[in-house]
C-alpha cells in the first residue's frame, strides 16, 4: 500500500520546548534553590525582563554566578508606561520572542526577581504566551521574596501563632493601607516609593512608628536598614524599598 496522507486538520501538533519561570530571590546571588540553580545551569537560553534597553538586567546580574557558560541572554524590553494599548503591543511582541526559541524546539527559563507568582513580570507574560499558543509547557520554581528576606535581615517575624499578615502594594497610597491596618496583625507594604510621605503620615496617625522598620535594596548593594522609618521622610525612597509593620 501507498503512504498515507495525513490531512490538514489532523497533522500533528507542533513540538514545543518547556518554558520555565525561575525566581532569583531579591539580590543576594546565594538565595536561590538548588532546583533553580540545577536548572539554571541546565538552560541555553535564558530571557529576563529589563525597563530599558540595557542588556543586563539586575536578575541576570543576580543569576549570573548560576548560569550555563554558553547560555544565550535575551533582554525582553518593558516600558514603564501607562499607555494600555502600548504595553498590550510590548507584552504580545515579548510573546512572540519566547515562542520563538519554544519552536525550535527548545526549553528556555525566564528569570525574575523575587518570586514568579508575586507581583512578576511573568504572570503577564504567560498570559500572552498562552494567548498565542495554547497549551503552552511551563514550570514555575518560586523563588525567596524581598520581604522574606527583609525579615531574616531585621530579624522581625512576618506572623507568629495564630497572627495574620497582608501583603499589600504601596502603589495605591496611604487610603489602602489604612484600611488593612484595621484587619491584620503584620503587614508588608511592597512598592512604598512613589507615596512614601503620603504612607508614613498613615503610620504616624495610627501611632505604629515603633512598630514598622524600612528595608531598602535588601540584599544588594547599598541595603540599608531603618528602625526610625521617620529618618527617610526628606529622600524619595529607592524602588527597592518595602516596609514590615506590626500593628
Not at 501538533?13 to 518554558?19: P, S, T, V, W
Not at 507584552?91 to 519566547?98: D, F, L, P, Q, Y
Request: overall charge positive; proline content about 5%.
Amino acid at each position: 500500500m501507498g503512504s498515507m496522507s495525513i490531512s490538514a486538520g489532523k497533522r500533528k501538533k507542533q513540538a514545543l520546548g518547556k518554558l520555565c519561570a525561575i525566581g532569583v530571590g531579591p539580590g543576594d546571588s546565594e538565595l536561590l534553590t538548588l532546583k533553580a540553580v540545577r536548572r539554571l545551569k541546565d538552560m541555553k537560553t535564558v530571557f529576563a525582563a529589563t525597563s530599558n534597553k540595557q542588556q543586563d538586567s539586575l536578575a541576570v546580574q543576580i543569576a549570573r554566578p548560576h548560569l550555563n557558560p554558553g547560555a544565550e541572554l535575551i533582554p525582553l524590553h518593558f516600558p514603564m508606561v501607562r499607555d494600555k494599548q502600548l504595553l498590550e503591543d510590548v507584552w504580545t511582541e515579548n510573546a512572540r520572542k519566547v515562542l520563538d526559541v519554544l519552536r525550535r524546539p527548545a526549553d528556555a527559563a525566564f528569570i525574575t526577581l523575587g518570586d514568579p507568582s508575586t507581583y512578576s513580570t511573568f504572570t503577564y507574560l504567560i498570559r500572552h504566551i498562552e494567548y498565542l499558543e495554547p497549551g503552552i509547557e511551563a514550570e514555575i520554581i518560586p523563588g525567596i521574596t524581598s520581604y522574606q528576606a527583609a525579615a531574616a535581615r531585621t530579624g522581625v517575624p512576618l506572623a507568629q501563632g495564630e497572627e495574620s499578615l497582608a501583603i499589600v502594594s504601596g502603589a495605591r497610597g496611604g487610603q489602602e493601607l489604612k484600611q488593612m491596618l484595621g484587619v491584620t496583625d503584620n503587614l508588608v507594604v511592597l512598592k512604598v516609593y512613589r507615596h512614601f510621605r503620603e504612607i508614613l503620615e498613615v503610620i504616624r496617625k495610627e501611632d505604629l512608628l515603633d512598630k514598622s522598620v524600612a528595608v531598602r535594596k535588601c540584599g544588594l548593594p547599598g541595603e540599608s536598614i531603618s528602625r526610625d522609618i521617620e529618618t527617610l521622610e526628606g529622600d524619595r525612597p529607592s524602588y527597592f524599598t518595602l516596609l514590615l509593620v506590626k500593628t
